[in-house]
């Protein structure tokens, strides 16, 4: 698990870092992510929602459309909402399916 913090885009182009996919990463709201996919098969991500309606309704996480499989990149914005905001440091925790072959980066 590590936080990761975005890299700015501007209108000449930037050269990103990209990051080896792991389950419980972190990321700011409102982030956008650059998934890449050299994988045999297509994977997916998860976007955890830590809240809890009630104190014993949980939401359901939010997992993106396929990231398909050996030259799949996928543009993922990461939702600006508390629903998806971790209570204890505000930011946003993220898992795939797999992670062998898959990694990302974080841009603003």
Avoid: H, W
């Avoid at 590590?2 to 409102?30: C, E, H, Y």
């Avoid at 976007?47 to 990149?73: E, F, H, K, N, W």
Wanted: glycine share 10%.
């Amino acid at each position: 698990m590590a936080t990761r913090s975005p890299q700015a885009s501007n209108s000449t182009g930037v050269a990103l870092s990209f990051f080896a996919a792991a389950n419980g990463d972190k990321v700011p709201p409102g982030c956008g992510l650059i998934v890449r996919n050299t994988s045999g098969a297509g994977i997916t991500l998860t976007i955890v929602t830590p809240l809890v309606l009630d104190g014993d309704l949980t939401v359901q996480d939010r997992t993106t459309g396929s990231v398909a499989a050996t030259t799949g990149v996928n543009y993922i914005k990461i939702p600006n909402s508390e629903v998806y905001r971790d209570p204890a440091d505000g930011l946003v925790t993220i898992n795939f399916s797999a992670t062998t072959n898959v990694d990302y980066a974080v841009i603003s």
